[in-house]
């Protein structure tokens, strides 16, 4: 299997499962991004609304249902064999096959984080039933070693919206609205996750320099995604016109091609975040809690005004409070 190299990143047209195990050493990878086979019978079933099918490759693998129980066990422990300890996974799946993952994740030391539910407009069209506009993510990770969760990594915790939302918790549910890309006349695969779903799973699971693996490149979403951030890339595909088509792709991107499109958040790190409380901090809270209480202004703001004169974040004040108040 002859490698192609890009951009500081390997690409392999061939098997993952025999690719992975002769080619990625044990523990080294920091996060994998993929999007296996749906082992679904019928080629309509892989057809997106409204899309013109004479720009779709060619060559499309799909894993026959009595095989993939199997098929499943063998590639995610590959997966499990590769990560580095504390490195991530996101499974994109439906849900035809999806307890034939699950039970093969169930048979690894890999542990659930989060189950993501990505919902999109325009599913399958039905008569007899309700339409299907959501796939699932699952998001694991390798025991043993540090996590990365780059909590801030898109909007900061002091983040509000024009109703006083909180923009971090809303981005960090698990429920994530994203719709498909629609690429008029622009050759695809016949399933392509969109860019900005790819990248919010980079942005929080991985830093700048890391290795991202995909063993199911398919329409090359996640190395386009992961190289535009400046992240290396190993992955296969096994499709030959699907492979060829992308590689010449990216040969046209750049390397940190994302970067200047992504947005700043705001960080606003407490003044005394790191300080420990004393018992005199604890009762001039609690004081001063009293104090703006009698004004009848709302808990939130009260909050909010106490961050600004102790120096702290939320969380910190309504523990302190709770420890005060025992």
């Known amino acids: 299997m002859k490698p192609v190299k890009l951009h500081n990143s390997t690409f392999y ?19 994998i991004i993929t999007d296996p086979p749906y082992g679904i019978s019928g080629d309509r079933l892989h057809r997106h609304y409204n899309r013109n099918e004479e720009f779709v490759t060619g060559g499309y693998c799909e894993i026959p249902q009595e095989e993939y129980a199997d098929f499943s066990r063998r590639w995610i422990r590959q997966a499990e064999r590769i990560l580095r300890p504390g490195g991530s996974i996101y499974i994109v799946s439906g849900y035809t096959n999806l307890p034939d993952i699950l039970c093969a994740l169930r048979g690894t030391s890999l542990h659930e984080v989060n189950h993501i539910i990505w919902k999109f407009r325009f599913g399958v069209f039905t008569r007899k039933k ?3 506009s959501h796939y699932h993510i699952l998001f694991y990770a390798k025991p043993g070693g540090k996590r990365t969760f780059n909590l801030e990594s898109r909007f900061g915790l002091a983040e509000k919206d024009d109703d006083n939302r909180s923009l971090n918790n809303a981005d960090r549910e698990d429920v994530w609205i994203i719709n498909r890309e629609y690429k008029p006349g622009r050759v695809k695969n016949k399933n392509e996750l969109p860019l900005p779903l790819v990248s919010k799973m980079i942005q929080y699971s991985s ?9 199911f490149l398919g329409g090359f979403s996640t190395a386009m995604a992961a190289i535009g951030l400046n992240r290396k890339v190993i992955g296969f595909e096994i499709a030959q016109p699907v492979f060829a088509a992308k590689i010449a792709e990216l040969e046209r991107i750049r390397p940190g091609y994302l970067l200047p499109e992504l947005r700043t958040p705001f960080i606003q790190n ?9 018992e005199a901090d604890r009762t001039a809270l609690a004081m001063e809690f009293q104090r703006l209480s009698e004004d009848r202004l709302p808990k939130s703001e009260i909050v909010r005004r106490l961050q600004e004169t102790f ?9 302190a409070l709770k420890k005060k108040n025992r």
């Open 13 to 31: 047209n061939g098997d993952c499962i025999s690719g992975a195990s002769q080619y990625i050493p044990d523990n080294s990878v920091d996060l």
């Open 130 to 132: 309700f339409i299907s």
């Open 207 to 215: 830093n700048e320099g890391d290795r991202v693996a995909d063993l």
């Open 270 to 278: 407490p003044a005394r975040s790191r300080t420990r409380w004393t």
């Open 311 to 319: 120096g702290r974040g939320r969380f910190a004040i309504e523990k």
